[in-house]
């Protein structure tokens, strides 16, 4: 039955209240069609909808729930309920659920768990924002060196419900230092009395708990992982991080940097679960800052009045010449912060960068200005000179466009900032700008006005 034929289902049995018809649907639909489903329900209904899964399922649904939807939540369940819901989620889930409530509702809900839960949460919560200390998971396949595979896979099929991940076992010694890796299919294809030592590879890539998310993900990405260990400063296994973390990360991380090249304060809520308040503030601060460096561009057309007076026919060009200037900028800085961003790039390559974009800028500022020069004498029907104006301005526009909207990304993650930040409004501001200032230098040379 398709998705959309079983939503309506349940939302006519809701309307019905037959919960148990209900109850009979969720049982054998994917957690995350039934947490998108009831993310939607009015908060009391979501509750008595939440109650009719099992155990099990009702874990799993929960995890996929939206963050805003998971406290509405808990904060409607019982502390028998919570308790349950706490100490079954993996431990990664638990502190990232945690992460986003205030703290007195925190220490509310942990002072109800199980110490063993709440020491492990503690551990995750206690690591810097956006470290792998905080996206880890602790319950993974651990093996001790010297053991056989037959032992070993007695070990995993006892424990097989609490571990996050079956790709990999990794090997410690007795202190936990981590050793290596065997892979499943290691344990199935080797003799059983074979000892994993014998088995094992070493670990290549293995992640420090205070690493960036960002480092985390570029590890993900180069070498094709699909989970790794994570280690602290002395070298001791201390969890783990899969691939559906990795994918969270860089989710959050696309939407943060689309954000800033939008000139939007970044924010973790999905847009429709943003109120017009909220999103009034994410947008309002770089538009009011962007408005009054735009006051510069009308200072620059106000100080060269009189030229225009004497030909007013160069403020036809205005819009153009800005327009294909901030254009061109974004072309430039679009492309570079994402070489940043995929570290294909470094600020030491900056002249190599300057370089090419300049050749790319004489190229398209050629064939714009031979294009713009016919159009203005066969369509806007002005005089040579006033085409050559707006002409050689134009290809001069691109070519400042270019180096600026190349350049700026890269010195703001030399000082430190997020490249992103200098993405097409800040750019664009700035070329139009320095269009206009080449623009009224240009007009003064060539028509002497």
């Known amino acids: 039955m398709e998705k959309e034929l079983i939503y309506e289902k349940l939302s006519s049995l809701l309307e019905e209240r037959n919960y148990t018809e209900v109850k009979n649907l969720l049982v054998d639909m994917n957690e995350y069609d039934i947490a998108s489903f009831i993310e939607d329900l009015p908060s009391d209904e979501l509750v008595k909808v939440f109650r009719l899964l099992k155990k099990d399922q009702a874990i799993d649904v929960f995890v996929n729930l939206d963050d805003e939807v998971q406290q509405n939540l808990i904060a409607s369940l019982s502390k028998k309920e919570t308790k349950e819901i706490i100490e079954n989620m993996f431990t990664d889930d638990a502190a990232d659920l945690f992460d986003e409530m205030p703290a007195m509702l925190v220490t509310s809900l942990l002072s109800n768990v199980d110490k063993d839960t709440r020491n492990d949460i503690n551990k995750l919560l206690n690591y810097p924002e956006n470290s792998a200390g905080s996206l880890m998971a602790i319950e993974y396949i651990h093996l001790k060196k010297g053991l056989t595979i037959k032992e070993s896979i007695a070990r995993i099929r006892k424990q097989a419900e609490d571990f996050v991940s079956y790709d990999s076992c990794f090997v410690t010694d007795d202190k936990r230092i981590l050793l290596g890796r065997v892979s499943i299919k290691d344990l199935l294809i080797n003799d059983p009395d074979t000892l994993i030592d014998e088995v094992m590879e070493e670990c290549e890539h293995k992640i420090n708990t205070l690493m960036d998310q960002e480092e985390v993900v570029k590890i993900f990405q180069d070498y094709d992982y699909s989970t790794l260990p994570v280690v602290d400063s002395e070298d001791r296994l201390v969890g783990i991080i899969t691939i559906d973390d990795v994918v969270d990360i860089m989710e959050e991380e696309a939407t943060e940097d689309i954000e800033k090249m939008a000139a939007i304060v970044p924010t973790e809520k999905a847009y429709d679960k943003t109120s017009v308040w909220e999103t009034f503030?994410?947008?309002?601060?770089?538009?009011?800052?962007?408005?009054?460096?735009?006051?510069f561009t009308g200072k620059i057309i106000q100080s060269f009045e009189s030229q225009l007076a004497t030909c007013a026919i160069l403020t036809a060009f205005i819009p153009m010449l800005m327009d294909t200037g901030g254009n061109a900028g974004g072309q430039a800085s679009v492309s570079i912060i994402r070489a940043l961003s995929l570290n294909d790039i470094e600020f030491k390559?900056?002249?190599?960068?300057?370089?090419?974009?300049?050749?790319?800028a004489i190229l398209c500022a050629v064939v714009l200005g031979i294009c713009n020069f016919i159009k203005i004498l066969l369509i806007d029907k002005?005089?040579?000179?006033?085409?050559?104006?707006?002409?050689?301005?134009?290809?001069?526009?691109?070519?400042?466009?270019?180096?600026?909207?190349?350049?700026?990304?890269?010195?703001?993650?030399?000082?430190?900032?997020?490249?992103?930040?200098?993405?097409?409004?800040?750019?664009?501001?700035?070329?139009?700008?320095?269009?206009?200032?080449?623009?009224?230098?240009?007009?003064?040379?060539?028509?002497?006005?």
């Open 281 to 295: 503030k994410a947008r309002i601060p770089w538009l009011l800052l962007l408005m009054i460096s735009a006051t």
């Open 349 to 360: 390559d900056i002249f190599k960068v300057v370089f090419k974009e300049s050749g790319v």
């Open 382 to 449: 002005v005089s040579v000179m006033v085409a050559l104006c707006v002409c050689i301005t134009l290809v001069l526009t691109v070519l400042i466009a270019k180096i600026i909207g190349c350049t700026l990304p890269m010195l703001a993650k030399k000082i430190g900032f997020d490249p992103a930040v200098m993405a097409s409004p800040f750019i664009t501001t700035l070329v139009d700008a320095c269009s206009l200032l080449i623009y009224f230098k240009v007009a003064t040379l060539i028509l002497g006005i």
